[in-house]
């Protein structure tokens, strides 16, 4: 397995922008579908969003759609959330994980996801 990074969380006011990227390092030559997952105090880990191996599939929870954008650039080994229109309500540890590069769709299952970065910490003030 590639170990996965995060970067690029902190403290964002209420309607700013941040932009998560999860970096893939290690010996692989696939390319996996990628998810990326947030978890608040109290609430369990849900799948924020999800790109398919070749950026053809894409899916968004309900609470970031038209907010938040996924993205991929395969020969980096990097998977992006760009973040815009930032609420508290998205405070949360954020992880993007990998899952198995035989899935040819975007996968939604979280039980299908093995690869787990450590999360970057996202604040938004209000």
């Known amino acids: 397995q590639s170990r996965l990074v995060e970067s690029g969380g902190g403290l964002v006011q209420a309607g700013g922008s941040l932009r998560l990227s999860c970096a893939a390092s290690g010996l692989t030559s696939s390319i996996y579908p990628m998810g990326w997952f947030r978890q608040a105090p109290g609430k369990e880990r849900e799948l924020v969003s999800a790109i398919s191996s070749n950026s053809g599939g894409t899916y968004y929870t309900d609470s970031v759609k038209g907010r938040f954008t996924i993205s991929r650039d395969n020969a980096k080994k990097t998977v992006y959330l760009q973040m815009n229109s930032l609420k508290p309500e998205d405070t949360a540890v954020y992880y993007c994980?990998?899952?198995?590069?035989?899935?040819?769709?975007?996968?939604?299952?979280?039980?299908?996801?093995?690869?787990w970065g450590r999360g970057t910490q996202v604040t938004v003030s209000s």
């Open positions: 994980a990998a899952s198995r590069p035989y899935f040819t769709r975007v996968v939604t299952t979280t039980a299908d996801y093995d690869n």
